[in-house]
């Protein structure tokens, strides 16, 4: 009889644990993109299990469909870039980056196909520029390389998955392509960087994971334990290169030694606590102003910094 009310307890301890785990809903801008990779780490190491939630991660074609997602209550934390949050704040679209994720552009490129004649940025002066989408980080570079080039693209949002396809297919001029895509692509020598974001820009935050201002405000515990389980994932793949490197690997069908590259390049430039410099956030809006973007939030609207204390697996 003991035993049997041993037993009940257990499994009433089970069921109670798993009614607890909440679901957060995690919104990546495009399946071969580091944030995908952290959450899917994360989902791997059972970080948000640790924290009580249970995950359920989308990914859209880009920045701008994530933050539709976040806007509209489909997604709890996403990865979005700075000037869409400051804009949107202006149309009364209340979201803030939590979770700061770098001052470097690394990886990121304009890029031609090789045999491409086009040998200057100003060369594309009313040509096709493909990007992810409105409003993502690739349409942000695009901006900045025409001001920057006083050149002006036909920016074409063809989603993550089609910048690569649609230039070798010739259906673009050029690309704005993020790494590790960037870094396979020039390692197979069938793209040519025109520019390189990481060195041509002054550091500037260049996004983070994002929550909308009501989850902030109402359930400010619950997006906690998700950065918490995030940032966890990021500091577990640092301790464990080689199951990083494998992990990139095999979620972007990458060679070992672009999977290394882009570990070395981007995961280990990411910040580790999450927290946004004000200057760093008000450069990212001084370079998308240069670029002609218009009626943005002030800096300190942004973003708001959060205690990060990454989960232990």
Known sequence: MKKLVALVVALLGLVTGAEAQEVIRIGCATKTY???ILATVATEKGLFEKEGLKPEITIYRGGGETFEAISAGSADLGSVAVPLIATSRKRGVLTKVVGGFSDEWSGWILGVKTDSAVKAVKELDGKKVGITSAGSGTDT????AQSANKATFQRIGVGGGGLVPNLLNNNLAAAVIYSPLSSQVVSEGKV?????????MPPNLIGGWTATEKNINERRAFIQKGLNALYGALESMRHHPDYAIKTIATNNE??????KMEFER??????????SKLASVEKALELAAASGVKDMAPAGEVFVNMPIAPTKP
Request: charged share 20%; proline share 6%.
């Open 192 to 200: 040519r960087v025109l520019i390189d974001f990481a060195t041509a």
């Open 266 to 275: 981007t995961f280990l430039k990411l910040s580790r606590d999450g927290q």
């Open 141 to 144: 570079l695009a901006l900045w």
């Open 254 to 259: 990458l060679s070992p030694e672009i999977a």
């Open 34 to 36: 580091f944030p995908t």
